[in-house]
């Protein structure tokens, strides 16, 4: 025991001795690690291993990676002084690659007073697809694209294309769409009872429908009257129309045909069964029923009169349409909004046959 305590007074002298020429520093430096690295191990008592946990080496590098290397090799520390400096050269990497990460790339996010009016118009008219409701923000000059309104509507939870399908159009409807006009009866009822017949033709270019007349009993001289005045009606308006597609019904006279080959108009019959010849009139039809006759309680011929009168007006100078990049027949699309605009958006609605069609224009 003595031999031992010798040696350890004599080591300790030597050890006092090494301190001299320390500055205070470095004297309160290792007075900390040598302090850090007895909690370590009390924390450990009984582990085979001493564990330093990401904390622990984060404190021990951020004391002893100023000092001299020389020092560090003098210091009885529980690891050696080049793990010391790796832990600090880890640290180092890890601090500028959160600093130096990339910024997110895409697109910006869309401003909030658009999306607010996506789902106001979606909420005010239940039956319109992400598709629509694109054309409308093209109508008042807003310019997203249409998977931003799927985004919203999904986002919200709300079906982007309730009730919708797509349509393939021939190649000859494409090519031919400024020679092209189609025409089609329309069947409605009134709540007294009585069967109205539509006559419409559309302009397979521009979109613009001509509601020729209806009636309740289509006689031959009625629709030979209506390809009269369709004929004044395309001169009028400078129309060179080539063909025009119309389906087998019984209630097309020869007189019509005759009325229409004089003005240089060809009339090309559809196959037998085979709506899909007639594919734009088709879905004109579908419209105007979707649109107004079925959320319509007609009266009388009267009130037919005025409700189509307004759902013409409406389809031709405001109704948006896919195919002509979402503008109106009698309507371009408009230019798109600045982007001091677009943060302060006035939107008001202009209600057609009190509240059955919806318009939106910019406040004036």
């Known amino acids: 025991m003595l031999l031992r305590f010798a040696y350890l007074a004599v080591t300790h002298a030597f050890a006092a001795l090494r301190l001299l020429p320390m500055s205070d520093r470095e004297k309160d430096a290792e007075i900390l690690v040598l302090r850090h690295q007895i909690a370590v191990l009390e924390r450990q008592l009984g582990g085979d291993r001493v564990q330093l946990g990401p904390e622990d080496r984060a404190f021990l590098a951020a004391l002893l990676v100023p000092l001299p290397r020389e020092f560090l090799h003098r210091m009885r520390l529980l690891v050696q002084p080049d793990t010391i400096l790796r832990w600090h050269r880890d640290l180092l990497q890890q601090r500028?690659?959160?600093t130096c990460r990339p910024k997110r790339s895409g697109r910006p996010p869309t401003v909030r007073s658009i999306r607010l009016l996506v789902l106001r118009l979606v909420r005010e008219n239940p039956s319109w697809g992400y598709r629509r409701v694109h054309g409308e923000l093209s109508t008042l000059?807003?310019?997203?694209?249409?998977?931003?309104?799927?985004?919203?509507?999904k986002a919200e939870g709300i079906d982007p294309a309730p009730d919708r399908g797509a349509i393939t159009w021939a190649d000859f409807l494409r090519t031919q769409a400024d020679a092209l006009l189609a025409c089609d009866f329309i069947e409605t009822v009134t709540l007294t009872g009585q069967r109205q017949y539509?006559?419409?033709v559309i302009e397979h270019a521009t979109r613009r429908v001509r509601i020729l007349g209806k009636t309740a009993h289509p006689t031959a001289n009625w629709v030979a009257q209506a390809a009269r005045?369709?004929?004044?009606?395309?001169?009028?308006?400078?129309?060179?129309?080539?063909?025009?597609?119309?389906?087998?019904?019984?209630?097309f006279p020869a007189l019509f045909d005759q009325i229409l080959a004089d003005a240089g108009i060809q009339?090309?019959?559809?196959g037998v069964r085979i709506p899909r010849m007639n594919a734009i009139m088709e879905r004109w039809v579908q419209t105007c029923r979707h649109e107004l006759l079925d959320r319509t309680l007609i009266w009388n011929e009267s009130h037919l009169r005025r409700a189509l009168r307004e759902f013409e007006q409406h389809h031709n100078a405001h109704r948006p349409h896919q195919a002509i990049n979402q503008a109106a027949p009698l309507r371009p699309v408009p230019e798109p909004l600045e982007p001091g605009q677009i943060t302060r958006l006035d939107i008001r609605r202009r209600d057609r046959l009190g509240g059955v069609i919806h318009e939106y224009r910019h406040a004036a």
């Open 96 to 98: 500028h690659a959160r």
């Open 141 to 153: 000059g807003i310019k997203v694209a249409a998977s931003t309104v799927w985004e919203i509507l």
């Open 198 to 200: 539509i006559l419409a």
């Open 229 to 251: 005045n369709l004929v004044m009606d395309l001169e009028d308006a400078g129309a060179t129309v080539r063909y025009l597609i119309r389906d087998r019904d019984s209630k």
């Open 267 to 270: 009339v090309v019959l559809t």
